[in-house]
């Protein structure tokens, strides 16, 4: 940040300190003394080697006399937001985003729709006629439009397990976490950057879904960045609590689905048995599916899954995983 300060008096402006919060900490900006009409800018760093939401301000001016007998203090300006999101690593595009039908839309959210049938929908105004279900809104007394969607364009969900207890406990700062989350918004974005659909999930249940375009991966990213490790017992309320929680909200799964070809990556940690199956449960639902584990003890070359089985990749940190998943994504293109 670079902190500007002008002197619009026609007087000299005495020596003084800019205390300016952030995040949980002050950082202080000394000013010397400023000439009248005079301006002073001084570069300071910001604390953005953590992902997460900072406050910054409203900066404090601090003002002593030459002596230190007497000091005063007045606040001035606003506060502001900065959100610091994940660390994007460059890997491949899932399996089922390279396996995309040749003819198809670039994405199934497409207002205008693809060819198959997907689902029914309330009609909203501005709602093409030509596409609404006479039969079934008669039946049922409201207007229904048929929502399609191209049977060759794959779609791709990210499971992240934010339950602390299934991360390492010695690993300082969450760093584990820290990394899963890294490891999501990675996929993530290959996949949204692509123009395909993706949907992220947690075992809170709720989830964010999005047919790519930029303005898609911000709000992802930033819904990533405030994202907290939580206890079990924080995350699992009426409606989460046992199986579901487990399941870390792949209970519904089928709904990402347009008919293409689609890939389940949960990213977990290692100590996550429940992880692993809700994972070999889910199989049955997409073409693939991959378990990214983090906090393995080293390196682990990415295995290659069994027809009907889920991929599990351990790796111990960030460059071990874009080794682990490129590789596991080369065997699958060439088998």
Do not use: K
Request: proline share 8%; glycine share 10%; charged share 20%.
């Amino acid at each position: 940040m670079t902190v500007t300060v002008r002197n619009a008096s026609r007087w000299p402006c005495p020596a003084f300190t800019i205390l300016l919060p952030v995040g949980e900490s002050t950082v202080a900006v000394p000013m010397a003394a400023l000439r009248p009409a005079a301006a002073r800018r001084v570069p300071r760093p910001l604390p953005t080697g953590r992902r997460g939401v900072l406050r910054i301000g409203p900066p404090t001016v601090w003002r002593r006399d030459p002596l230190g007998l007497v000091r005063r203090s007045w606040a001035v300006g606003a506060s502001a937001t900065l959100l610091v999101r994940p660390r994007v690593h460059p890997v491949a595009a899932p399996t089922a985003v390279r396996a995309r039908h040749v003819e198809g839309s670039e994405s199934s959210g497409d207002p205008t729709g693809g060819v198959a049938f997907h689902s029914l929908r309330e009609y909203v105004p501005g709602d093409d006629l030509r596409q609404v279900h006479w039969r079934s809104s008669a039946r049922l007394g409201t207007l229904l439009v048929v929502r399609r969607v191209d049977p060759g364009d794959p779609g791709t969900v990210v499971a992240l397990d934010t339950r602390r207890g299934v991360y390492r406990p010695g690993a300082p700062g969450d760093e584990d976490f820290e990394v899963a989350v890294d490891v999501a918004a990675s996929v993530l974005m290959t996949v949204v950057g692509a123009g395909f659909t993706a949907e992220l999930r947690t075992p809170s249940r709720r989830s964010r879904a999005t047919q790519g375009g930029r303005d898609a991966a911000v709000a992802m990213l930033d819904t990533l960045t405030m994202l907290t490790p939580r206890d079990t017992a924080e995350t699992a309320d009426a409606e989460t609590a046992g199986p579901a929680v487990a399941d870390l909200g792949l209970t519904d799964l089928v709904s990402v689905r347009g008919g293409g070809p689609a890939t389940l990556v949960v990213v977990t940690g290692v100590a996550s048995g429940a992880a692993l199956s809700a994972a070999a449960r889910a199989v049955s639902r997409f073409d693939t599916v991959i378990v990214v584990a983090v906090g393995a003890e080293r390196d682990a070359r990415a295995p290659v899954a069994a027809r009907g089985a889920p991929a599990l990749l351990a790796v111990p940190d960030a460059p071990a995983f874009v080794r682990a998943w490129n590789s596991h994504i080369r065997v699958s293109v060439g088998r």
